[in-house]
């Protein structure tokens, strides 16, 4: 802070750190007053990564927000917050979506998929991650959760995509980067198509 | 763009049947926002740019899902998301124009949930618009745009009333081509309007663009038999490939017998607020060869009337060439 | 030479987290109590705040305080605030910050908040604020003045002011239609040799205008922060390209001494040249969370981004060149006014220097000024000046060219720099080149020759064209320090203070202290990323310059470990220093390889012997970063820590050649590229991988400037019309071709010790001056004189309306 008296200053006032809510339970409170009756039940339980989790969500907002804010799974990147990038990209009954630009309202009766659900049971990689290392996919990795996402959504459905089948299936995912050959390449992998 | 990007504090209602749906957006009138996909309405409210006080999502109504075979043609649910345009096979049989524009919609993720009706009735992307400022279409008194020196190039060359924007839709022209026809409910009352009419330029509804009044919802699209199998011409060019709207598109269908043209509707995107029904070239090409020189010949019909702004000239070469390969068929 | 791990893939250690999700950025990091802040920005591009009205905002249940410019330090332009006051110069710019309980209730607090402000005249482009009676961007004027002429382009270093230059309407006239403008002042210009004797001697003498037009970073993450204060320490998740060079500047910015600075930056979303030094909205997340006491992230919006997350200054020029009858560059002369938005510096220069260094031409002149405009700041952007001119200058090299009768990669091999080549006004040698066959590695891996001799027309619409582009960066330097420890269980923990921007070469270039070292990459543990993993002070992860650099300075620590293995060993075991080897992890006498120690046991005697074999007394020349790292570590094993100073001299180059295959549709103004081919020539490949990483992501940004992105403002209201992704247009899946094909010359640099150079910079310039080049070969040679050239002004071309070449304007569509 600058100390110079004649400046405006517009600190609140101090509130020791320890002494602090949970940045979350004020949100809950504040949040939505002027809802009109009738609105959606805040509270929901969402299938997310196999688990149905209980959890307050505000009518207005997004799966992304969900994910991050309220479940602990960051592994879904906000890159642009409109739908615009495909960092947020997620599995809603193996439909790739953009979690930025859904409501969690509107998946209460699906389930979710995330980067961190990938995992077998027993911690071995999805053969997306797998090929995405093997292949050095991600570059700065920002985009890279939600182009597993898509891959994953293309081989559920085709197992064994041409190149341009894989492209035209994960070009609703931005690499700012430029490393869609390698991403290409780790599809192609995945899919047994490359050794 | 404003630095906002949260969603507002609103409210939310998940109705199961379309006469509930019409009740509550009556209720609400214009603080009510309809939802399907929600990929125009989320970017207009974490811009704080439109602000409804509830959002009604449609997603519920079981009855507003699906592509049946009717008597005459088939009809389309207005949920129905572009994906499931381009992988059924009722439209990919029959109706393969209306597969190729959903299929050049925007992205993969934003086609898995954008439906038809939301498709047709998005707003304009007039980028001084969506920023918020308060033009004609925003309910103010002065276009940005159309000005002299204003950054137009995606801008409207035909039929500008004020307000210079063009549709941004890629299925909205195809569904005028095939004749379709929009099923409009009001929780009472059903109306159906024709795809050509359902659209509305700025002459007519300076903020809307399209027939819809608050309390209405566009259940379905019907889509006649007459067009069924038709020679079918699309095309789309964007700057990018994909998350882009057009720069001039063009949907055609055309009965061709023994080479001749007997009927056509030719339809451009984004030269004027509206699909623009080029229905001098469906008179020009009525009984011609559907040849290069039959193309040669109308296709400068498509810009007659054209007044272009400044930075947007390069549409009318633009839609004179793809009329030209839509009557000639090929790229 | 054999290498073990140099020239050898590998698997970074931060893969696997980036595609399980486990990769934490800045924005995914919570701490109990934290608090969420948003940003006020501008929606004026010029003028000033006369007031702030918070009070309803404030009142609001939730929100705990604003921060404004008010609670900075002052700043005075042309350094660009953090929080703009007295000075705002763009739309966009931050106002005020709002802390609130939540996101939501932050975004909701800003639209309570009424600023009253004056406005000011603004301006859009460079030649509107130059032209006599123009308006000026600042009130003081509309050009940057460097007091110090070591002030780095792209930087707003201290010892720069603002002041004013105008040119008559003559001379803008003049420059706009493509002519050099006679009288005009300039802000700088260099020479050398004699530019007009060389011009009388060529044959072929073209002059051209040109443009290239700004474009945003758009990183996909946005330079979002988070911070929190304990114990007098301020703890800082960032996200830069740099880990530890930027420390002190940091720790100024959010006015912390440097020791209690901890600054954790595990992974960076992409930079590309604008977080490669703390940037201005750092001190507020730093200050605001310091004022308030509480854990705060300033999250940064999409929007946001575009506003303060940086671009690529535009270029507004002029250039004659000359051919002498063998094909040689005789001359050139070139001008160019940047556009430096509002604030940082124009890249004229450097663009100079590509022009130099990639045609050697016998003499060459370069007049420039940078100008600033009331549109985002600009800064660094992969490859700032050369990279832009290298699209432009490649189709203006072509026709001069093909005046000559010369084959376009011809033209280029003739003029090509090779090891004695020189570079800029001072005519400085460089480090290594074989360029020249990296040319010729192009040519075959493209099929140059069958490609040219191609029928150009493929269908009634369809036309092919071919092209070939150059890339140059400097890529390295020197001095900066290295530091390794070898642990009592012989594990060798490699610390590196680069960045991780996503290159992967912060861990690329500690493989050359594994080489030295001759062990085993398994037991190589990388310590990057978190201030309490005790880093050196390495160099800026930027420029092309980390390979170089830093296995330079990696190379040097483990020299320093040997030298202290072997002394210890030859204490123990007798005989000299020099009479001790290394190999298979162990430290042994040479003539007699039992009598030594395992690595692992060297750092336990290491340990008890103290002093600096164990970090308690180490050299004066280190940095104060790597001195406090040493300090902290000191007693843990054998330390190793020195500064580079190996020899250097010269200029180190980074080149890359890229040839373009398209077809082009006359009905569209659309193309297809069917063919990329890049190859590096950047010394020895040291990862595989992560160049052809390089090669094609710099391919991408290459077509992306070339055809899809630039800024658009409009010159009525100072409106950008392309902040957002979709607006902005970086290149999809869609627009880049299927396969992409890319090469090295793989031959060493005699300056490194492991013979690699970097690459970022000049993957980029290749493919944006090739992609250009054969746009141009498309059209029958038509010039369209600037980036980027979109569907519209080829339709326009061929329509016989030459819309919007025909005058300098940037900024526009």
Redesign the interface.
């Known amino acids: 802070?600058?100390p110079?008296l004649t400046?405006?200053?517009?600190?609140?006032g101090?509130?020791?750190?320890?002494?602090?809510?949970?940045?979350?339970s004020?949100?809950y409170s504040?949040?939505?007053?002027?809802?009109?009756a009738?609105?959606?039940e805040r509270l929901l339980s969402i299938n997310v990564n196999g688990q149905v989790r209980r959890v307050d969500v505000?009518?207005?907002?997004?799966l992304a927000?969900t994910l991050?804010y309220k479940l602990?799974?960051?592994?879904?990147?906000?890159?642009?917050?409109?739908?615009?990038?495909?960092?947020c990209?997620v599995l809603a009954d193996d439909?790739?979506?953009?979690a930025?630009?859904?409501?969690t309202?509107?998946v209460k009766n699906k389930a979710v998929l995330?980067?961190?659900g990938?995992?077998a049971a027993d911690g071995t990689?999805h053969p997306?991650?797998a090929a995405?290392?093997e292949?050095?996919?991600?570059?700065?990795?920002?985009?890279?959760?939600g182009q597993?996402m898509?891959a994953v959504a293309l081989l559920n459905t085709n197992p064994r995509p041409t190149?341009?089948e894989a492209?035209?299936?994960?070009?609703?995912?931005?690499?700012?980067?430029?490393?869609?050959?390698?991403y290409?390449n780790g599809v192609m992998r995945a899919s047994g198509q490359l050794s | 763009m404003s630095s906002h990007d949260v969603m507002p504090d609103m409210g939310l209602y998940q109705p199961v049947t379309v006469e509930d749906a019409a009740g509550i957006a009556r209720q609400f009138s214009t603080r009510g926002w309809l939802v399907g996909g929600g990929q125009d309405t989320y970017g207009w409210l974490k811009d704080r740019a439109k602000r409804p006080e509830v959002l009604i999502d449609l997603k519920g109504i079981e009855s507003m899902r699906g592509i049946r075979e009717t008597a005459d043609g088939i009809e389309i649910g207005a949920l129905v998301t572009l994906t499931e345009l381009t992988t059924n096979s009722l439209i990919t049989g029959r109706y393969s124009l209306l597969a190729e524009a959903a299929g050049r919609v925007a992205s993969p993720q934003i086609r898995n949930v954008g439906t038809i009706a939301g498709n047709v009735a998005q707003d304009v992307r007039c980028w001084y618009y969506r920023r918020g400022l308060n033009c004609y279409r925003a309910g103010g008194n002065l276009c940005y745009a159309d000005t002299p020196e204003g950054m137009n190039r995606e801008h409207a060359l035909f039929n500008a009333s004020r307000c210079v924007a063009v549709t941004a839709s890629d299925t909205g022209p195809a569904l005028v081509a095939l004749e379709a026809q929009m099923v409009i409910h009001n929780g009472s009352s059903e109306r159906v309007v024709s795809a050509e009419n359902f659209f509305v330029g700025p002459n007519i509804d300076i903020t809307h663009t399209t027939v819809l009044r608050p309390g209405e919802i566009l259940t379905a699209v019907r889509i006649p038999a007459k067009w069924a199998n038709a020679e079918f011409y699309f095309e789309k060019v964007a700057d990018r490939n994909v998350w882009d709207f057009a720069l001039v598109s063009i949907s055609a269908a055309m009965r061709v017998n023994n080479g001749v043209i007997e009927e056509s509707r030719l339809v451009a995107g984004a030269v004027e607020a509206t699909p623009r029904r080029l229905d001098r070239i469906e008179q020009a090409i009525r009984g011609k060869a559907r040849n290069q020189q039959t193309a040669d010949e109308v296709a400068a019909l498509a810009i007659q009337g054209a007044r272009p702004l400044n930075f947007n000239h390069f549409k009318m070469p633009l839609l004179e060439n793809l009329v030209n390969r839509a009557v000639r068929g090929h790229a | 030479m054999t290498f073990m791990h140099i020239g050898k893939d590998f698997t970074p250690p931060d893969v696997e987290g980036k595609v399980t999700g486990t990769a934490r950025y800045a924005e995914d990091f919570r701490r109990d109590g934290m608090v969420f802040a948003r940003l006020l920005t501008s929606p004026i591009p010029s003028g000033r705040v006369v007031s702030i009205d918070a009070s309803e905002a404030l009142a609001m249940p939730g929100v705990v305080g604003i921060f404004t410019a008010d609670d900075l330090p002052p700043s005075a332009p042309p350094a660009n605030p953090a929080l703009a006051k007295d000075f705002i110069t763009y739309v966009g710019q931050p106002i005020l910050a709002v802390a609130a309980e939540s996101e939501e209730i932050a975004e909701a607090a800003i639209e309570r908040i009424a600023i009253e402000f004056e406005r000011r005249p603004f301006v859009v482009d460079p030649l509107d604020t130059l032209v006599e009676g123009g308006p000026d961007p600042y009130p003081m004027g509309n050009t940057l003045i460097r007091e110090g002429a070591a002030a780095a382009a792209g930087t707003t270093a201290s010892g720069t002011a603002v002041g004013s230059i105008k040119w008559t309407r003559d001379q803008i006239a003049s420059f706009r239609a493509g002519r050099f403008p006679t009288g005009a002042p300039w802000g700088e210009e260099w020479a050398y040799g004699d530019v007009d004797a060389n011009f009388a001697q060529c044959t072929t003498v073209i002059e051209e205008p040109f443009v290239t037009i700004g474009l945003p970073h758009h990183s996909l993450e946005s330079r979002t922060g988070m911070a929190y204060w304990e114990n007098g320490k301020c703890y800082f998740h960032g996200s830069l390209q740099s880990q530890t060079v930027g420390h002190a500047q940091l720790a100024r910015m959010v006015d912390v001494d440097p020791a209690n600075l901890v600054f954790i930056n595990e992974n960076t979303g992409g930079g590309f040249g604008s977080k490669i030094f703390p940037y201005p909205m750092m001190a507020v997340t730093g200050r605001f969370a310091k004022a308030l006491n509480r854990p705060l992230q300033l999250r940064i919006t999409r929007a946001d981004e575009f506003y303060i997350g940086s671009a690529r200054s535009g270029m507004q020029g002029w250039i004659k060149v000359g051919l002498r009858d063998n094909g040689r560059v005789g001359a050139v002369d070139i001008a160019i006014i940047g556009d430096a938005g509002s604030g940082g510096g124009a890249s004229g220069s450097s663009a100079a220097e590509h022009v130099s260094i990639m045609y050697q031409p016998e003499a060459m002149r370069y007049r420039g000024m940078s100008l600033y405009t009331n549109t985002t700041p600009r800064g660094a952007q992969r490859g700032p000046g050369q990279n832009e001119m290298a699209a432009v200058l490649s189709p203006i090299m072509d026709k001069a060219g093909r005046q000559a009768g010369l084959d376009l990669v011809e033209l280029r091999r003739i003029n090509a720099p090779g090891p004695d080549a020189l570079i800029g006004p001072r005519q400085g040698t460089i480090s290594s080149s074989y360029y020249p066959q990296a040319i010729d590695q192009a040519a075959e891996l493209f099929g140059w020759e069958a490609k040219k001799a191609l029928p150009r027309q493929i269908s009634a619409t369809k036309v092919r064209g071919i092209g070939v582009g150059e890339g140059y960066h400097s890529a390295g330097a020197s001095g900066y320090d290295g530091l390794l420890r070898i642990a009592p269980d012989g594990k060798i923990h490699l610390h590196t203070g680069v960045g991780n921007l996503g290159t992967y070469s912060y861990a690329a270039v500690l493989r050359a202290a594994a080489e030295t070292l001759q062990c085993s990459w398994e037991n190589c543990v990388i310590e990057h990323g978190h201030g309490e993993n005790h880093l050196p002070h390495s160099t800026y992860q930027g420029g092309s310059n980390t390979i170089f650099t830093e296995t330079r300075s990696s190379h040097v620590a483990a020299l320093d470990a040997i030298r202290k293995m072997k002394q210890i060993a030859a204490a123990d075991f007798g005989g000299a220093v020099d009479d001790y080897s290394i190999g298979g992890e162990r430290v042994f006498l040479s003539s007699d390889n039992s009598k030594g120690y395992t690595y692992a046991e060297v750092a336990q005697k290491a340990i008890e012997l103290g002093g600096e074999y164990s970090g308690q007394v180490f050299a004066e020349d280190l940095n104060d970063t790597t001195k406090r790292s040493v300090q902290a570590m000191q007693g843990t094993g054998l330390i190793a820590a020195a500064k580079d100073t190996l020899p250097k001299t010269g200029t180190t180059p980074g080149f890359a050649v890229a040839m373009v295959e398209i077809e082009l549709d006359t009905e569209t103004g659309k193309f297809d590229i069917l063919d990329y081919t890049g190859i590096a020539e950047c010394g020895t490949i040291i990862h595989p991988k992560g160049l052809r990483q390089a090669m094609n992501g710099g391919g991408v940004w290459g077509f992306g400037m070339a055809a899809y992105e630039r800024h658009v403002y409009d010159p009525q209201n100072g409106l950008p019309a392309n902040v957002g992704l979709y607006q902005a247009k970086p290149p999809t899946y869609l627009d880049v071709p299927l396969h992409m094909k890319s090469g090295a010359t793989d031959m060493p640099d005699p300056q490194s010790p492991v013979g690699s150079r970097g690459i970022g910079e000049p993957s980029q310039g290749c493919a944006v001056a090739a992609l250009m080049s054969a746009i141009s070969d498309a059209l029958d040679g038509h010039l369209f004189n600037r980036t980027p050239v979109t569907a519209d002004m080829i339709l326009n071309h061929i329509a016989q309306n030459d819309f919007n070449t025909g005058d300098l304007k940037t900024n526009t569509f």
Request: overall charge positive; aromatic content about 6%; charged content about 20%.
């Open positions: 802070m600058n110079k400046r405006r200053r517009f600190i609140k101090v509130i020791a750190s320890g002494a602090a809510a949970a940045s979350t004020l949100w504040v949040s939505g007053q002027n809802r009109p009738g609105s959606v505000s009518p207005q907002e997004t927000h991050r602990g799974l960051t592994g879904t990147k906000l890159g642009c917050n409109r739908g615009e990038c495909g960092s990209t439909v790739n979506i953009y930025c630009s859904t409501l309202h509107e995330t980067v961190e990938l995992r990689l997306v991650q995405f290392i292949e050095l996919s991600p570059q700065c990795g920002f985009c890279t959760s597993i898509s190149r341009e492209r035209q299936a994960l070009s609703g995912n931005l690499c700012r980067c430029g490393a869609y050959d390698h290409l």
